[in-house]
């Protein structure tokens, strides 16, 4: 498990398209929980 989980790290440090999806995915979760919040939190 341990080695499975350290080749995907070495294949993100270098691969730039799996850098940018990961990049991406956090920015939408980000903006997706913003979202939540103000819609939840005012009511």
Known sequence: MKKILLSALQIAR???NVQD?????ACWLGFASVVIASVALPA
Do not use: G, S, Y
Not at 21 to 25: D, G, I, L, Q, S
């Open 14 to 16: 270098t691969d730039r």
């Open 21 to 25: 999806a990961a990049f991406c995915t």
